[in-house]
T-cell receptor
Framework: AQSVTQLDSHVSVSEGTPVLLRCNYS??????LFWYVQHPNKGLQLLLK??????LVKGINGFEAEFKKSETSFHLTKPSAHMSDAAEYFC???????????FGKGTSLLVTP | GAVVSQHPSWVICKSGTSVKIECRSL??????MFWYRQFPKQSLMLMAT?????????EQGVEKDKFLINHASLTLSTLTVTSAHPEDSSFYIC?????????????FGPGTRLLVL
């Protein structure tokens, strides 16, 4: 079964400093991986996706993630955090059949001034 | 971009009543729609996969007689919570996959917050 593990439930960074949100995946084949962001009282927004093309994926709002097969990781990074980045972030893997998605437990990102 | 709407955005109902939630793809046709449930401070859990014109596939532990799903057209799926109880209070989110696309083109609705008193 395809699954993801988000290693941190909460991450706190200062504005202007780098962001690292960690995600490891488990899959019996080459997975499709995604990062979604959920702001309070808003719908899920796709940040970026990996679908077996380039291993370094660039997304919206300056976020990027690198697929590392040897480490089974797909960590999300951003060089400089902005206050508006404070939200819940989900690492997601697609399920083999039916295209359903398995969500990680989420990482709550706090950005302090 | 593709838009998925949900109606209502929030609903409060009495215990024992039924509640219907609509999920619509506004500018594309969706062969498959998914229903998720999210408890406060928790992740999304897939409840069921709904294919247009066929019966929904429910995840283990989800009661199909309690959570009725209908996907009668390529742009509309409904989730009916029957005989709702306080433990059914949650945030329900749908997503839609457009025709001929992979998982990467799923679009999420804004969610429906259900409170059962």
């Amino acid at each position: 079964a395809q699954s993801v593990t988000q290693l941190d439930s909460h991450v706190s960074v200062s504005e202007g400093t780098p962001v690292l949100l960690r995600c490891n995946y488990s899959s019996s084949y080459s997975p499709s991986l995604f990062w979604y962001v959920q702001h309070p009282n808003k719908g899920l927004q796709l940040l970026l996706k990996y679908t077996s093309a380039a291993t370094l994926v660039k997304g919206i709002n300056g976020f990027e993630a690198e697929f590392k097969k040897s480490e089974t990781s797909f960590h999300l990074t951003k060089p400089s955090a902005h206050m508006s980045d404070a939200a819940e972030y989900f690492c997601v893997v697609s399920v083999n059949s039916g295209y359903a998605l398995n969500f990680g437990k989420g990482t709550s990102l706090l950005v302090t001034p | 971009g593709a838009v998925v709407s949900q109606h209502p955005s929030w609903v409060i109902c009495k215990s024992g009543t039924s509640v219907k939630i609509e999920c619509r793809s506004l500018d594309f046709q969706a062969t498959t729609m998914f229903w998720y449930r999210q408890f406060p401070k928790q992740s999304l859990m897939l409840m069921a996969t709904s294919n247009e014109g066929s019966k929904a596939t429910y995840e283990q532990g989800v009661e199909k007689d309690k959570f009725l799903i209908n996907h009668a057209s390529l742009t509309l799926s409904t989730l009916t919570v029957t005989s709702a109880h306080p433990e059914d209070s949650s945030f329900y989110i749908c997503s839609a996959r457009s025709i001929g696309s992979g998982a990467e083109t799923q679009y999420f609705g804004p969610g429906t917050r259900l409170l059962v008193l």
